[in-house]
Structures are given as structure tokens and as C-alpha cells.
């Protein structure tokens, strides 16, 4: 069964709101993408297995704790690029893997375009890196990749998610969490979230 963790947090509300806003600029659209990005890897990362390890401090010794091992951070092109930076602040010399979807408008069915996933990721856990969770179809193919690669734990790190992508993500089993800021209302008949933010690549990288 698919975990669904939605940030009850007054930060991460007020960033939403101001996110959502048709007249934010794009380059503030970046920053709270950013802001929201390192609250929400932050929270995915809240079960990541450690282990101990012996420190020195300056006063002496003591037992600490370090991740058993990093997860890979795979973010879907080209929105999930906007919430790379926040999740290499936090995590550091993590594995990167790329995987480039595009979404049939007529079918609303995701297209692979590109994949940097290694062939064999050997148990390691995985967090899935897009800001938004619509249909929940290209959620869906990145996490069927990646556990044909062998991944351990799969993680969803979304900003926004719609209900029946949520669903969907559950139905096909291969997630094993969602990580969210907030689930709004449902999908227009276009595949789009309502009330939702517009397209979160363009409101990133297109027209201002």
C-alpha cells in the first residue's frame, strides 16, 4: 500500500499559495519551488535507514548516526529540474538519474524520451523528483524503470497531486510513498490539476 504523506506545515501553505499565483514572476516561481523542494525532501527523508558511527567532538567522543546509503534522486524532465538544487543541498554526493517524459495531450499517456538509470541499482531507495501528480502517469512509468533497475524504497516528491494521479500511483503498486504539499480538488478534462499552478515547466523555464 502506497504511504501518502501530505506537509501539514504554515510554511509550506503560505509557499503554495504564493506558487499558485498567475502573477508570479518565473524567477520567484524557481525560488519557492526551491523553498518547498527542500521541505518536502526533508520529509521523504524521515525513514531513510542510518547506522551508527563513531565521532570525535571537541569534547570528546560520541556515537552518531550517518545514512546507511544514499538514495538515488531521479528528477522527471523538465519540471522536476526546478527541485534538483533543494534536493542535492540536503542529500550531497548523491547518485543523479535522469528520466525525460512527455505526455500525450490526446491520450494523456507518458512518453519516454531520455534515461540516464543505471541498469542495476542494486536495492538502493529512490526518490522521484516532479512538482506536479496529475493523470499520475509519468510518475507511474519512472517508478516502473526504476524498479526493473532494482530499486529499494520509491518515493514521489511532488508539490501538487490530483486524486485520481494518487490512484492511480496506488493501483499500479510500484510506489511505496507520496510525498506531497497538498492534494487538490481533481483533473480537468484536459488531464490538468484543478485548482492547480498552470504548467509548472513552463511557469519555470518559458514565456514570462
Known amino acids: 500500500m502506497t504511504e501518502v504523506h501530505i506537509v501539514d506545515n504554515a510554511l509550506v501553505a503560505e509557499r503554495v499559495t504564493r506558487l499558485r499565483g498567475s502573477s508570479t514572476p518565473n524567477h520567484e516561481f524557481r525560488r519557492l519551488l526551491s523553498d518547498l523542494s527542500s521541505v518536502l525532501v526533508?520529509?521523504?527523508?524521515?525513514?531513510?535507514?542510518?547506522?551508527?558511527?563513531?565521532?570525535?567532538?571537541?569534547?570528546?567522543?560520541?556515537?552518531g548516526m550517518r545514512f546507511e546509503r544514499l538514495p538515488v534522486v531521479v528528477p522527471v524532465l523538465r519540471a522536476g529540474l526546478g527541485m534538483l538544487d533543494?534536493?542535492?543541498?540536503?542529500?550531497?554526493?548523491?547518485?543523479?538519474?535522469?528520466?525525460?517524459?512527455?505526455?500525450?495531450?490526446?491520450?494523456l499517456q507518458a512518453r519516454e524520451y531520455a534515461?540516464?538509470?543505471?541498469?542495476?541499482?542494486?536495492?538502493?531507495?529512490?526518490?522521484?523528483?516532479?512538482?506536479?501528480?496529475?493523470?499520475?502517469?509519468?510518475?507511474?512509468?519512472a517508478c516502473e524503470l526504476l524498479r526493473a533497475a532494482g530499486a529499494?524504497?520509491?518515493?514521489?516528491?511532488?508539490?501538487?497531486?490530483?486524486?485520481?494521479?494518487?490512484?492511480?500511483?496506488?493501483?499500479?503498486?510500484?510506489a511505496d510513498a507520496i510525498c506531497v504539499a497538498a492534494v487538490d480538488?481533481?483533473?480537468d478534462s484536459n488531464g490538468f490539476i484543478l485548482p492547480g499552478l498552470g504548467d509548472?515547466?513552463?511557469r519555470q523555464f518559458g514565456q514570462p
Open 42 to 63: 526533508y520529509e521523504a527523508m524521515r525513514q531513510a535507514p542510518l547506522v551508527p558511527v563513531d565521532i570525535v567532538t571537541p569534547m570528546g567522543p560520541a556515537t
Open 86 to 107: 533543494a534536493a542535492l543541498d540536503l542529500l550531497g554526493d548523491v547518485q543523479v538519474a535522469f528520466v525525460g517524459l512527455r505526455r500525450n495531450e490526446r491520450t
Open 115 to 141: 534515461s540516464t538509470l543505471p541498469e542495476d541499482l542494486d536495492g538502493r531507495d529512490a526518490l522521484i523528483l516532479d512538482p506536479m501528480l496529475a493523470t499520475g502517469g509519468s510518475f507511474v512509468h
Open 152 to 174: 529499494g524504497r520509491v518515493t514521489a516528491v511532488c508539490v501538487l497531486a490530483a486524486p485520481e494521479g494518487i490512484e492511480r500511483v496506488r493501483d499500479a503498486g510500484v
Open 185 to 187: 480538488e481533481s483533473l
Open 200 to 202: 509548472a515547466g513552463d
